[in-house]
């Protein structure tokens, strides 16, 4: 994840309520309090109110005039507010009757790792399939799908009109598909020897 460097413009922004930046702030901070979070082993439940409380805390100190002083750190003063939520949950915790078994065993929001490594093998099969197509097929397929070209823009390069356009992706689509069948066949069928061994 690429680290946003904060300054008096963002945070005035932020204390103004502009929708763009308070949606920024959101995204950037939303992924790194998880994990921070997660990494001192938090049911998902504890996770989830965290975040939440950090977020209306750091909101309502943007809002009161000069309590950020330094908004290059920021971030800093983000984790520092996650920091003080979790430890007043944490003491605020421990005076009430403790939680059974079954709380822990709720399902996390984020992906488990097992989903995390078959979504990168699937990326590695994407590639090494495109890779093995021509490059105007490859070329295609990568500016459509990937790059989310505008697809008058490739008819203007390529020099076709829309209709044919249309032509020559749906086969550069089939020869992908032929290609990631062809690769997926043998490896499925190779695994299912090794279960019946």
Do not use: W
Not at 60 to 70: K, S
Not at 95 to 108: F, Q, V
Not at 141 to 168: A, M, T
Request: glycine content about 4%; some cysteine.
């Amino acid at each position: 994840m690429k680290l946003f460097a904060f300054d008096k413009e963002y945070v005035e922004r932020l204390r103004t309520g502009d929708a763009a930046t308070e949606a920024h702030f959101v995204a950037y901070f939303d992924q790194l309090l998880r994990i921070l979070l997660r990494a001192r082993m938090l049911p998902p439940d504890k996770v989830e109110d965290v975040t939440q409380e950090t977020f209306k805390r750091v909101l309502a100190a943007v809002r009161t005039e000069g309590a950020i002083r330094q908004p290059e750190r920021f971030g800093a003063f983000v984790n520092s507010i996650c920091k003080n939520a979790l430890h007043e949950r944490e003491r605020s915790g421990k005076r009430a009757e403790p939680l059974d078994d079954a709380h822990y065993e709720m399902p996390d929001k984020a992906p488990d790792a097992h989903a995390v490594l078959a979504s990168q093998e699937s990326r590695e099969q994407v590639r090494q399939v495109l890779a093995g197509l021509s490059t105007k097929d490859r070329d295609l397929l990568r500016e459509l799908f990937f790059l989310e070209k505008d697809k008058d823009e490739i008819c203007r390069e390529r020099g076709v009109d829309r209709e044919y356009l249309r032509v020559l992706l749906h086969r550069a689509k089939t020869r992908f598909r032929m290609e990631f069948v062809a690769r997926e066949v043998p490896k499925r069928a190779q695994s299912a020897g090794k279960q019946k061994a």
